[in-house]
């Protein structure tokens, strides 16, 4: 069973480390944020038992998006790790870590994705993976493209990988994103900026670790993902 006990209904952070419910530089949370108070709802038998979402789910190459595929994709291989911690630094076990990414061309596999940038039939851009007894977990991939979106005039999303992580059940999901070191985008990206503390935003970016790399092979980012208190990664469950 994965170590993880259902989400508290109150979470312990400042206003600005969190991204609010409407953003009005992000157009779609204008649409898509609620209008009337939220309510809370119990959480009965089914969604504190089932379906477990644990190792029996994850292939052996589920880690590693680069051997998912006869060929080798297209960009730049890359290798994110870390661990996924409570807000005390405990690590979370056997807890089921999904990512989905762009190529490195910035284009997502995906029907609604109309970006005129070439699709990798090496890379598909999905992976997930298991932390293990001290939380750790680790992905090899390529490192995202930049891509246009359209949410204001020239508007481009910085390179980023999704996370998602899963508790016992689909209703115990928070999801994140990793961004990159540096990047020059990160000041016209109202998604990143909707996290207003700088110091809770750049915990939403990855560090690169020299120590960590593949000689000649991959460089290496790690990314942890502390679930709850004052050092707590921003979450897209409040977004």
């Keep these: 069973?994965?170590?993880?006990?259902?989400?508290?209904?109150?979470?312990?952070?400042?206003?600005?480390?969190?991204?609010?419910?409407?953003?009005?530089?992000?157009?779609s949370t204008r649409l898509r944020s609620p209008?009337?108070?939220?309510?809370?709802?119990?959480?009965?038998?089914?969604?504190?038992?089932?379906?477990?979402l644990g190792s029996d789910r994850v292939g052996p190459l589920d880690h590693d998006l680069t051997r998912q595929h006869d060929g080798e994709p297209q960009g730049e291989r890359i290798e994110v790790f870390g661990r996924v911690l409570d807000g005390d630094g405990r690590p979370v076990r056997d807890t089921l870590v999904e990512v989905w990414q762009t190529n490195a061309a910035g284009r997502y596999l995906h029907a609604g994705d109309r970006h005129p940038a070439p699709l990798d039939?090496?890379?598909?851009?999905?992976?997930?993976?298991?932390?293990d007894s001290e939380g750790r977990?680790?992905?090899?991939?390529?490192?995202?493209?930049?891509y246009p979106w359209r949410n204001?005039?020239?508007?481009?999303?910085p390179a980023h990988i999704h996370f998602s992580l899963f508790?016992?059940?689909?209703?115990?999901?928070?999801?994140?994103?990793?961004?990159?070191?540096n990047?020059?985008?990160f000041d016209q990206d109202p998604i990143f900026n909707s996290v207003r503390d700088p110091a809770a935003r750049q915990r939403l970016v990855a560090a690169f670790d020299l120590g960590a790399t593949t000689p000649e092979w991959s460089l290496a980012y790690r990314f942890d993902i502390v679930l709850r208190g004052r050092d707590a990664t921003p979450m897209e469950d409040e977004a």
């Design 183 to 185: 990047d020059p985008l």
């Design 35 to 52: 209008r009337q108070p939220l309510v809370a709802l119990p959480q009965g038998l089914t969604e504190l038992t089932g379906p477990v």
């Design 121 to 131: 039939p090496n890379f598909t851009g999905a992976g997930r993976a298991m932390t």
């Design 167 to 181: 508790g016992h059940a689909f209703t115990q999901r928070l999801v994140t994103q990793m961004y990159f070191p």
């Design 152 to 157: 204001h005039h020239n508007a481009w999303r």
């Design 1 to 27: 069973m994965p170590d993880w006990k259902p989400p508290a209904p109150y979470r312990s952070h400042a206003p600005d480390e969190q991204p609010p419910l409407e953003s009005p530089e992000y157009g």
């Design 137 to 146: 977990y680790r992905f090899v991939t390529i490192k995202p493209g930049a």
